[in-house]
């Protein structure tokens, strides 16, 4: 039985858990800038869950040449739904955008290459796939003037 509970707690805690839901806003969209897009390469060495705006969001800790940097991957419900799991030690190339959040430098995670893998986060524009685009429809004089699915 303590096997089961112990084997329960650490599936909660290393951000697997299916049951986690999303809380419908998301964070600082706006503050990616395609202009400040860097590549890096290190360990991760670290992971967190931050929250935001009332989301709990993902980072991991990445040390490149002695400098430990925050990398922001997603809200965790969003990590969770894709069954995606960052481990201490893995090797990662990670491009995004390098900004300043509350006085810290952070990267923005837009992609995540861990060999043989490639996690993509966010479009070549910065727009995390986390949030669905809605297209409006165009109407008119009481006709379609095209078809959106």
């Not at 096997?3 to 290393?14: A, D, E, G, Q, T």
Request: with cysteine; charged share 25%; glycine share 10%.
């Amino acid at each position: 039985m303590k096997k089961w509970i112990f084997l329960l707690l650490v599936l909660l805690f290393s951000g697997c858990y299916p049951g986690v839901k999303p809380a419908g806003k998301t964070i600082h969209v706006t503050i990616y800038n395609p202009a400040t897009v860097t590549v890096i390469q290190g360990k991760i060495v670290g992971k967190r869950i931050v929250t935001m705006d009332g989301e709990n969001y993902v980072v991991i800790i990445v040390e490149k040449n002695g400098r430990k940097i925050p990398v922001y991957i997603a809200p965790l419900w969003w990590v969770n739904k894709n069954r995606w799991m960052f481990r201490e030690g893995v090797k990662v190339k990670i491009t995004g955008s390098s900004v300043l959040l509350k006085g810290e430098n952070i990267i923005l995670a837009r992609e995540i290459y861990s060999e043989p893998l490639t996690f993509i986060i966010r479009d070549e524009s910065g727009h995390p796939l986390w949030v669905k685009v809605k297209i409006k429809k165009k109407h008119g004089k009481g006709k379609k003037k095209g078809h959106f699915k």
